[in-house]
């Protein structure tokens, strides 16, 4: 018996997703930060972490070599995996055709081999919320492992929630080629009234499809469309909804109260007097990338930059996400600018970390290093937001993820040329 | 009948000019504003032959003169539009004056066998292509007397228009035009007096597609007019052993232009148009003038005129409720009709254009309101008449009332800028007009 | 009159009421000089230059002192490829449109020069487009935010000219961009060589025939001067070394390909210009003496950035190459502190290394070198306080100099914020009112 335990621990052990790793400082993010620890996976899981921490037989040590381990990092918004050279639309999958297509999932067309994957992962994001774009509602978006054969190893939610894009008054287009385009507030504003239009009548064909199929109605037949409505309607699905201005956040919320469903905002990039009621409604907000450039030409300069803390100190819940492809890998700078302007250095590591994983209904699993939660972990040379910090080592769900990229193979290779 | 009307009728045989009207006239009684000093009240005006014979408080009426009361009226040089479009069509958007070679076809640059049936190619052309310019095309051959704006305008007090082809970078020869006249060679009172430029792009397929190309376009055709000047006169002189200078009528258009307009209307196009104008080494003179109120330290500085645009910015009548304008947009929208009293205080010389103001009636309004905004009631009526003449060096011919210079003068029943004054009558190269009286608006008493 | 109010509640032109003349000193500093060093103390300026730079400095009793609280001054960052501050960016209709230039579309009051300022910008390379294979001409200005568009130029900053290779150059020469129908030359890599070549064909007989001309002027003969070709001149310039070329390329073979045809008319490529592959051909680029401005880490954008890695910088520098960073943005302009950091992350630079790329070796690319890139005495005073190492992501310029004057001060942007919001706001509730329709006398209509 007492043989047989021992060799169930060794085997335990001998698994990918064990170790110990030693002479570390914590940042558990829930908790405070401890110097000169001990970290046990088992499993892939946290087992326990601390400083008086019994080492289990035969486990395999990692030396830590007194470097930072942090929770994985977690983007709220990203298109990796669903376009590998956005120029060129073969290999892009990120937005169909049509207003309404909440049937349509990103999980599955998101490409496990593509070199964005172990690009990102490189700057210790573990996790990304993979995101369809395109019309009104998009899809459904999938919350991912940035590490796994297939997509669905990588899936940690496969549907996770409902993606949507509050019309809104474009006055001025900007076209990369031909430039900036002004068209008549006019004609702008009948064609969003048209679309929120458009969007109320979608929400009423839902309602009356979740009626008659409650009812039992004679002759019902399944609409697949309206049917991947339905978790939105009962509230258990939410609705990520893109509202980058002041506007499309005052209609997002009383859309939200209209149709009493949950919503998420997304890529905000202004709130104005909008704050007070998200605050209230504790409605959490995705915010949009910090390094862009103001709104107009009379707005702050540090507009962008001062934003997550205007909502974080009106008692807001904010997470960060990249909203792109090749950009992926900069979460942490996109980050570290609102730090510098005035959102205090733990909220901002929270904002990527237990705040999505709260948002996103995953916190269970991953989000902060605990007790029980899946060793999503990477191992840093310093504060892994600061531009010349390095990433040494990552772990997904306890097992070593390589850092190795396209990017670093042809820099070996290339290092390596004659002179 | 009376004796006076028997004299009149016995005079008339002497006293009626072309076309069976009077060409002596006598304007009593009335305020005179001569635009060259300060108004005179009761005074009188002499027309003869289109020219101005007299003016002053005592100035008698000569005999067999067309004698008109002007007892409560007041006389006004006519007014000039310093750059106009009056009396000539709009033309149609302009080709390259001299196309380039025919494209496609197997040519180096051209289609081949891959290139599908509805692609073109343009023209990999540049400034050698003279795209959008006609230089040489002079308003004065092709203004139109019975034009409907031109009528409208006259009724309005104008007298004058400085006319030009405004289509494309190089519209071509403006002329300085009296508003009536027979023929059309009747109307003209010198011509050519300028190039019009604008810096307009032709697009994203055609050269120039933008400011930059626009601005190096028009210094490439200047340089080759210099040197096309310089060819042909070697040539001229001896032209044994010479290579024949090409036939270019794009660059006699631009030699044949005493000064050139550009365009400027913000502070930055303002310092770069005088900066621009001096590599072309020609008088130039500037069009627009919406940030004039922040210029004239340049403009006083280079000695180069303003004609400022008449149409003042005005706020979108239906814009985003959630979006103010941006400060700079209101700041410009707030300062732009300050603009002539800075210039006028700084000594700039300017004038007005009607620019965008459709109606003539409506250009009195919007002078108004630079006076409102500072400008002296004076400066306002030199800005539409002596200072435009003054531009165009016609000034020792039209502009104020002054003996000796054209007969272009309009009378009102009050003060021109007042909003009820109505114009009561307009004398152009001393020939009189009558506006037709305006239908009172429906549902006002009087 | 109105000429020094607010316009775009932008207070125009410099805060610091001293000019050029006088005497500043910095004291207090945590001095970052790139060149020689770093160390605690002050700096002394005299009319615009640097004088003195030490530990302590022997500033006069009436020099201004500026209290630098302990935080750290960098020399002013250099962005050796943008397109702010002008009004047109390409001339795109044409295969090459060395004619034009961004001289003639300079605008100072663009928003984009303050907005590079509050990031510790002071110089900027303004390039033409990539629409091109040959472009325009180049400026080179200071951020010197409130002067206009002469007095922004820096005076004899050697002139320029852009240069661009792959997709971008034959973009328009077809395929499914969208770009309508109507084709330009070139189409593939192969046509872009062949508009250089053909361009640097067509400017060698410009200069023969203008040489024989001279020539046989200057013997007595009559003959009429060639026409002058705005065009061609630039390109001879070149030829004559007197302007730089600053080339837009991608990919090995393209970079390879230029600096092969400019061995063989006989001038050098001054940078190669994003130069995402250069890491490839890092030894050719060192043998011909070519400078390298890239990104930090852009890639994947198009088919020619897909070998592009955020260690090219690093690479290109360890091979011996002169490396800058740039931002060919006006959003990343306004922190190439963070991506200079981003070659400590990317490929170990050290943090002086990383502060280069963004100060002296811009300036060395231009040739502006004397006069910008470190804390030197003999250069001009053009320095950038921020609140924490400028490596860090956490950094905020607190405030800019150039030559001497104060053209950024974050106190002072901060506190006029609320003065440009409210005259916005009366202007356009004044503007608002003065539109309203007015209401008839007496409201009802009269009977008639």
């Known amino acids: ?419 | ?446 | 009159m109105q000429r020094r109010k607010f316009l775009g509640g932008l207070l125009l032109g410099p805060i610091s009421a001293s000019a050029a003349e006088g005497t500043i000193v910095i004291r207090n500093a945590k001095i970052l000089t790139v060149t020689k060093g770093s160390f605690d103390g002050s700096i002394l300026i005299r009319d615009g230059k640097i004088v003195e730079v030490g530990a302590n400095v022997n500033a006069p009793a009436d020099a201004r002192v500026i209290d630098a609280g302990g935080q750290y001054v960098m020399p002013g960052i250099i962005d050796c490829h943008s397109h702010i501050a002008s009004e047109a960016i390409n001339e795109g209709t044409v295969s090459v449109s060395s004619m034009t230039g961004i001289e003639d579309t300079v605008n100072a009051e663009d928003i984009g020069i303050y907005r590079a300022l509050a990031g510790g910008v002071t110089t900027a390379n303004i390039l033409h487009g990539s629409a091109n294979a040959i472009g325009g001409k180049n400026v080179v200005i200071k951020m010197r935010w409130g002067k206009d568009a002469p007095e922004i130029l820096l005076d004899g900053a050697t002139p320029g000219i852009k240069f661009a290779l792959g997709e971008n150059p034959k973009r328009r020469g077809g395929g499914d961009t969208g770009l309508a129908t109507r084709l330009r030359y070139p189409a593939t890599r192969m046509g872009v060589e062949d508009v250089i070549r053909e361009a640097f064909t067509d400017a060698k007989a410009y200069k023969a025939n203008w040489d024989d001309y001279r020539l046989k002027v200057a013997k007595g003969e009559r003959l009429i001067a060639p026409r002058r070709d705005l065009k061609l001149e630039p390109l001879v310039e070149v030829l004559e070394g007197k302007r730089f070329v600053h080339a837009h390329c991608y990919r090995a073979d393209e970079i390879l390909m230029l600096l092969r045809v400019a061995d063989e008319f006989g001038f050098k490529i001054r940078t190669l210009q994003h130069v995402l592959e250069g890491y490839k051909v890092a030894k050719e680029i060192k043998e011909h003496g070519a400078g390298a401005s890239t990104f930090s880490d852009w890639w994947s954008y198009k088919m020619e950035a897909f070998d592009a890695i955020p260690y090219n910088a690093a690479l290109m520098h360890k091979k011996g190459v002169l490396v800058s960073l740039n931002s060919d943005s006006g959003e990343l302009m306004r922190h190439l502190n963070q991506e200079a950091a981003k070659t400590v992350r990317y490929g170990g630079l050290t943090d002086d290394e990383a502060l280069a790329r963004i100060t002296i070796n811009p300036a060395k690319q231009l040739a502006i070198d004397n006069r910008v890139g470190s804390i030197e005495v003999g250069k001009d005073a053009d320095l950038v306080i921020y609140d924490k190492h400028p490596l860090s992501n956490y950094a905020k310029v607190q405030k800019v100099f150039i030559d001497g004057q104060m053209y950024f001060d974050r106190d002072k942007d901060m506190s006029d914020r609320a003065v440009k919001a409210e005259r916005r706001k009366m202007l356009a509730e004044k503007q608002k009112a003065a539109a309203a329709p007015a209401r008839p006398a007496g409201g009802a209509r009269r009977p008639q």
């Open chain 2, 1 to 446: 009948m009376t004796r006076r009307h028997l004299l009149l009728a016995a005079a008339g045989a002497l006293a009626f000019g072309q076309s069976g009207s009077p060409n002596l006239y006598a304007i009593q009684n009335a305020t005179i504003h001569t635009a060259s000093g300060p108004p005179i009240a009761n005074a009188t005006i002499v027309v003869r032959n289109g020219l101005i014979e007299a003016i002053g408080a005592s100035a008698p009426a000569p005999a067999g003169a067309w004698t008109i009361d002007g007892k409560g009226l007041h006389v006004y040089p006519g007014l000039i539009d310093a750059l106009s479009t009056w009396g000539v069509p709009a033309a149609a958007p302009v080709a390259a004056a001299r196309p380039a070679a025919a494209p496609g076809g197997g040519g180096r640059r051209g289609a081949n066998d891959d290139t599908p049936a509805n692609v073109q190619f343009q023209d990999d052309g540049g400034p050698e292509e003279r795209p959008s310019n006609t230089s040489w095309i002079k308003a004065a051959d092709l203004v139109q007397s019975a034009d409907a704006n031109l009528i409208a305008a006259r009724n309005a007090g104008f007298t004058t228009a400085i006319v030009f082809p405004t289509t494309g970078i190089f519209g071509g020869q403006g002329s300085v035009l009296n508003l009536a006249g027979d023929r059309a060679g009747d109307m003209v009172v010198s011509s050519p007096v300028g190039q019009y430029l604008s810096m307009s792009t032709r697009g994203f397929s055609a050269f120039p597609g933008s400011l930059m190309g626009s601005i190096s376009y028009v210094r490439q055709v200047y340089l080759d007019a210099e040197h096309y000047k310089t060819a042909k006169s070697m040539y001229a002189q001896n032209a044994r052993g010479l290579q024949r200078p090409a036939y270019d009528r794009a660059l006699e258009g631009v030699l044949e232009s005493p000064r050139t307009l550009l365009p400027a209307g913000r502070k930055v196009e303002i310092e770069r148009m005088i900066r621009f104008g001096k590599e072309l080494k020609t008088p130039i003179i500037l069009y627009g003038g919406v940030e004039a109120w922040r210029s004239a330290d340049a403009l006083k500085t280079a000695g180069v005129p303003m004609l400022i645009n008449l149409q003042w910015p005005e706020r979108e009548r239906e814009g985003d409720p959630d979006f103010l304008d941006s400060l700079r947009t209101l700041e410009t929208r707030e300062l732009a009709p300050s603009g002539p009293a800075v210039l006028a205080k700084a000594g700039v010389r300017f004038a007005f254009y009607s620019g965008g103001v459709a109606r003539p009636a409506d250009i009195r309004k919007a002078v108004k309101k630079a006076v409102d905004a500072g400008l002296a009631n004076e400066d306002a009526l030199k800005a539409m008449t002596i200072e435009a003449a003054r531009i165009y060096g016609v000034d020792d011919r039209l502009g104020s009332l002054e003996n000796g210079k054209i007969a272009n003068l309009f009378v009102t029943d009050g003060d021109w800028l007042a909003e009820k004054t109505l114009v009561k009558m307009v004398f152009v190269d001393g020939r009189k007009f009558e506006p037709p009286p305006t239908p009172a608006p429906a549902g006002r008493t009087e």
């Open chain 1, 1 to 419: 018996m007492k043989i047989s335990v021992a060799l169930l621990a060794l085997a335990a052990f001998a698994a990918d997703d064990s170790f110990v790793l030693r002479n570390v400082t914590i940042h558990s993010v829930t908790s405070a930060v401890i110097p000169n620890a001990t970290l046990v996976v088992t499993g892939g899981k946290i087992a326990d972490f601390g400083t008086k921490i019994t080492i289990p037989k035969g486990a395999k040590i990692v030396d830590g070599k007194g470097l930072h381990v942090y929770p994985g990092l977690i983007d709220s918004a990203s298109n990796i995996g669903m376009a590998e050279v956005s120029s060129v639309r073969e290999t892009s999958d990120m937005v169909e055709l049509g207003d309404f297509n909440p049937q349509l999932r990103s999980v599955s067309a998101i490409n496990p081999s593509s070199d964005h994957i172990p690009v990102t992962r490189g700057n210790g994001i573990t996790t990304s919320l993979i995101y369809p774009g395109g019309g009104i509602i998009g899809g459904q978006a999938a919350l991912v492992h940035l590490d796994g054969w297939t997509w669905e190893e990588m899936a940690v939610e496969k549907n996770v929630t409902m993606q949507m894009r509050m019309p809104t008054i474009a006055t001025t287009t900007f076209n990369p080629v031909f430039g900036a385009a002004r068209r008549p507030f006019a004609e702008t504003k009948r064609r969003y009234e048209e679309r929120l239009k458009l969007m109320s009548e979608f929400f009423e064909q839902a309602r009356a499809y979740q009626r008659r199929k409650a009812v039992g109605d004679a002759g019902f037949a399944i609409d697949r469309r309206l049917e991947a409505m339905l978790p939105v309607l009962d509230g258990k699905e939410s609705l990520m909804v893109f509202a980058p201005r002041e506007r499309a956040v005052k209609d997002a919320l009383a859309f939200a109260t209209k149709e009493k469903v949950k919503i998420i905002l997304a890529g905000v990039r202004e709130a104005g007097s909008a704050v007070k009621e998200i605050a209230d409604r504790k409605i959490p907000v995705i915010l949009g990338e910090t390094l862009e450039l103001p709104l107009d030409d009379d707005a702050a300069y540090d507009s962008p930059f001062t934003l997550p803390a205007e909502l974080h100190r009106a008692g807001v819940t904010i997470a960060f996400g990249t909203f792109s492809v090749q950009f992926a890998r900069n979460l942490p700078f996109q980050v570290a600018n609102a730090v510098g302007f005035g959102l205090p250095y733990e909220e901002a590591l929270k904002a990527v970390t237990i705040n999505p994983a709260k948002i996103w209904g995953v916190d269970d699993r991953i989000g902060s290093i605990e007790k029980g939660k899946w060793a999503d972990l990477i191992l840093t040379d310093g504060d892994p937001l600061e531009g010349r910090s390095q990433v040494k080592q990552m772990w997904i769900q306890g097992r070593s993820v390589s850092l190795e990229t396209r990017h670093t193979k042809l820099y070996e290779h290339y290092s390596k040329r004659p002179e």
